[in-house]
Each structure stands twice: as C-alpha cells, then as structure tokens.
C-alpha cells in the first residue's frame, strides 16, 4: 500500500514523538485487495490528549475524544485519530457504554467487527494481522473476529454489514458468522433507519447482491417486513420462472452496479405484487394495480428508512409507471410529459431489467424499449410537442377568446393530447381555431 502524502505526514508525525502509528480497517483491506478507497482511517497509542499535542500546528476537531477519536486536518484531508482501546459494555447494540485505553495493538484489533478489517499497516507497509484477514480475504470469507454472537450484540449492524460485504466483496459468509446473522437479525431493530438505509444501498450495489438477497432474505424483511409476502410466492404466471421475491432480486442484478438510483427502485418494483395478487377461473395469477400499490408501500418505507424526497420521488414515480404499456411515438410523448426526459430513460432500463428476470421469450421485448430509447431521442432532438410548454398556445391567447379559470387549462391538456397524437399540427393558428370552435359548441 503506498501511502500518499498526506497520510505518510499523518504517520510521521506520531513516529516522530515516540507513538506506534498505523493504517486501519477498509482502506487496508481494499488496499491489499487492490480496491479503490478513500477514507484512511489511523489508529495509534497515543492518548487523545498527546494526539492533540502532537498536531498542536494542525486544524484539530476533537470529534469523538471520549473514545479515543481526534480529527486532524492535513493538506485538506480530514483523518480520525483514534487511540487504541478495548470497548466496554454495548446495552443499546449500537454504542459501548465506555472505552478503556490500550497500548497494545492486538488489543485493539480484537474489538473489530471482521478479520479483515482487523489488519493494520505501518507506513513502511509492515503488517499486523493477529486473527488471519489476510488469509480470509484472499478465500473469499466474512468472518467475525472471535465469537460472532459477542460481536453483534456489541453492535447489531455489523449484521447488516457482514451481507453488505458479501455483496459488495462476492465474498461467502463464514458458517459460524452467517447462523448468527440468521439468529440475531431481529437486532436490527436497535439500529437508527439512517445506519439501515446506509448499508441497504451498499448492498443493493454489490456485484454478489442477488445471490445475497436470496441466501439472506430474513435479514432483509427484518428492516423491510412489507417484504415478508413476496417470499416464496409463487406468481403462477407464463411471464415468470422465479416466485415475486427471486423475480425483484433478479431484476437488480441486472441493472448497473453503480447505478444505485435504478438497482433501488428495482428492489421496491414489485413490493405490491402480493397484495394485489388475484387467481383467474384456470389457476393464472394477476396483478392489476400492483404498480400504484407498490409506490404507495415504497414511498412509506422510504420515508421511514429517512430518504430524501427526490430519491422517494423517483423510486414511485419509476415503480407506478413501470406497467405501463408502451406502444408507440405518441405514448412515449404522454409518458415523458408525465414523468420527464430523464426518468422516461431510466424507465426503459427498469422495464428492460425486469423482463430480464422473466422467462425467456419475454426478453423478445427488450429490442422492442430499445427503439423506443431511440425513438425518445429523436424526439428530444427534434424538440417535437411534449409537454404544455412546447404548445404553440398559450393561456393568455386562450383566455383572449374567451376561455377562463379552469377551462383555459383543460383546453391547454385537451390541445396537448391531439398534438402529440398527431390528430393537429402544433400551430397557433390551427390550435386556437380548434379551441373556438370547441368552447363555442
């Protein structure tokens, strides 16, 4: 691992006044992995108090001195500094009531949450791995360090994590590690919904996240009960190999990895299914307004999971729309004047990422949202009618030949409609003699 500047400053420093300093937790790991990172976290033996006194010339935030944690400003870089130190007591699950100070590294490696974050790099690249990070990462495994029982009653997230790595890493969850997941998830509950929320949208980006959502169901509908039906449900539909629950964790998958926005809404897409699940007279399974329900129960899961309003706006408004048929120029017109140009395309990936988890005949159709892509672009270069805006009228002229109130917008939607459908030109002439010719029947 080649430190950069700052970092070898950082090291330096304490070096220079007699302090063992080193490297810590995931930037180590995804160094040794060959990972990007940025966050250099670096712990050391120095008390709280002599950290600040080593740094007396820097910017210095004591922004967690009660357990050891000093934030140091370098070249622009914020680093934590935390003294080494044995945690006490966790009776939240989230916090240790108390910390008691170390001078042994070990020590404080042993606290950690998995054997690989618990390595440590000096910064001459010499390493201190007690409990085997090394040879974990390189078999692929998610291991606690010690008992894993210990290690998420102390905190319970670390359950969330142990999934969140597996699917970011493509790692398999250690036998051990992964009974105590399943035993323990009800946890979770003593975890604040931001933490939650946090690593959900990690794990949902994980190359290995399909794989996850299906080994560790339980762990999800833990936080996201609403999820709980779509387990095991069978959809009894020609359009589905995979029950609702395998069907949306599919359908993530094949989205981008980093597209976090799209692999999001695709796992609230079908949330709606079973409680709009209806049996015809031969045993077919229908979903009539499964996208309407759907946005409505992932609007208040977001809400309660503390999203933003955007991020809950473009989730529902991909979900409700996300069964809607698509035939043709006009329809894709109507649909970017109902939710925009830049959801209309995220809308064509979704539909393409869900017919891709669906049985095999159904991927016929993805050439077919191609073209209207392709087609959604013609229309945007050619600045075609799409929206109020684009009309050749406006309300001022509809209100100089007597419209008024709400009339004025009525006729405005009535006009825009037999524009996009070509049914007239979008001329001014030709909209207000249609809109005299209608207000004075």
Not at 38 to 65: C, H, M, R, W
Not at 148 to 167: C, G, H, N, T, Y
Not at 193 to 200: A, T, V, W
Not at 203 to 226: F, H
Request: glycine share 6%; with cysteine.
């Amino acid at each position: 691992m080649k430190t950069d500047k700052n970092t070898e400053q950082i090291l330096s420093e304490l070096e220079s006044h007699g302090f063992e300093a080193y490297m810590v937790g995931g930037c180590v790991r995804d160094s040794i992995m060959g990972r990007e990172y940025n966050d250099i976290d670096i712990t050391t033996n120095a008390l709280p108090e002599q950290i600040i006194e080593v740094f007396s010339s820097y910017k210095v935030v004591p922004t967690g001195i009660k357990h050891g944690t000093v934030t140091v400003l370098c070249g622009g870089t914020p680093f934590e500094i935390t003294t080494y130190r044995i945690d006490g007591k966790y009776t939240d699950h989230r916090r240790p009531d108390n910390v008691e100070f170390t001078s042994d590294i070990t020590a404080d490696l042993a606290r950690r949450d998995f054997t690989i974050n618990a390595v440590a790099m000096d910064r001459n690249g010499c390493l201190v791995d007690p409990f085997d990070g090394i040879s974990d990462m390189k078999a692929g495994i998610i291991r606690c360090v010690g008992d894993p029982e210990k290690r998420f009653s102390e905190d319970a997230l670390r359950i969330m994590r142990a999934v969140r790595f597996a699917s970011q890493l493509g790692f398999a969850i250690d036998d051990d590690t992964a009974k105590a997941v399943h035993d323990m998830k009800d946890l979770l509950q003593n975890i604040s919904n931001e933490r939650i929320r946090d690593e959900l949208d990690k794990l949902v980006c994980g190359k290995n996240c399909a794989d996850v959502l299906m080994g560790y169901s339980d762990v999800i509908t833990a936080v996201i009960p609403e999820f709980k039906p779509s387990i095991g449900l069978d959809q009894r539909s020609p359009y589905h190999k995979y029950t609702v629950w395998e069907h949306i964790v599919r359908a993530v998958g094949f989205a981008p990895e980093n597209d976090v926005k799209l692999r999001r809404t695709l796992l609230f897409h079908d949330i709606g299914k079973p409680a709009c699940m209806k049996l015809d007279e031969t045993g077919r399974g229908h979903f009539k307004q499964h996208d309407r329900v759907g946005a409505e129960i992932t609007e208040k899961v977001m809400k309660r999971l503390r999203y933003d309003t955007k991020s809950i706006s473009y989730a529902t408004a991909l979900i409700a729309n996300h069964s809607k048929k698509l035939r043709n120029r006009a329809d894709v017109k109507k649909m970017m004047y109902r939710i925009g140009e830049e959801l209309f395309f995220a809308l064509i990936e979704m539909k393409k990422c869900d017919n891709s988890a669906k049985n095999e005949f159904v991927l016929d159709e993805n050439i077919f949202f191609d073209r209207l892509a392709e087609t959604g672009r013609e229309i945007i270069a050619g600045n075609e009618c799409r929206s109020l805006r684009g009309l050749a009228v406006n309300g001022s002229e509809l209100s100089a030949i007597g419209l008024k109130g709400a009339e004025i917008g009525e006729m405005q939607h009535k006009l825009l409609e037999l524009v996009i459908e070509d049914a007239l030109p979008n001329e001014k002439n030709a909209l207000l003699e249609y809109a005299e010719q209608e207000y004075t029947k």
